[in-house]
């Protein structure tokens, strides 16, 4: 069982930046490839960026693609969500995701454990 707990959500005005975190339970960080979703206000959970066991293979929704970037820290069992540029539309619920396996998938469906999610505000 992996729990997953994000933090540094929050309010920014458009253009700024916000880093996400996720911190995982767990010895075997590193066999579980990791996710950023989100989810909107009446809209269904989408995926943000996904990375890999070892951190080599990532992967980004093309409406964050340049802007937010996913790193992880296996020795500190953490990842990231780096986000610059933010705009309104970035509001969001953000959940970090964990599935068993090594390689990354964009599909919620594919994800084993969820975090309790953060909220990131940005306003115009």
């Known amino acids: 069982q992996v729990q997953l707990v994000e933090s540094g959500g929050g309010l920014v005005q458009a253009g700024g930046s916000l880093r996400l975190s996720c911190a995982a339970s767990g010895r075997t960080f590193s066999g579980y490839a990791m996710g950023w979703f989100r989810q909107a206000s009446g809209k269904e959970r989408e995926f943000v960026a996904a990375i890999s066991g070892s951190g080599r293979y990532t992967y980004y929704a093309d409406s964050v693609k340049g802007r937010f970037t996913i790193s992880r820290d296996n020795a500190k069992n953490t990842v990231y969500l780096q986000m610059n540029s933010l705009k309104p539309e970035d509001t969001a619920v953000y959940y970090c995701?964990?599935?068993?396996?090594?390689?990354?998938?964009?599909?919620?469906?594919?994800?084993?454990?969820w975090g309790q999610g953060t909220q990131v505000t940005v306003s115009s």
């Open positions: 995701a964990g599935r068993s396996t090594v390689v990354a998938s964009t599909e919620v469906t594919e994800y084993d454990y």
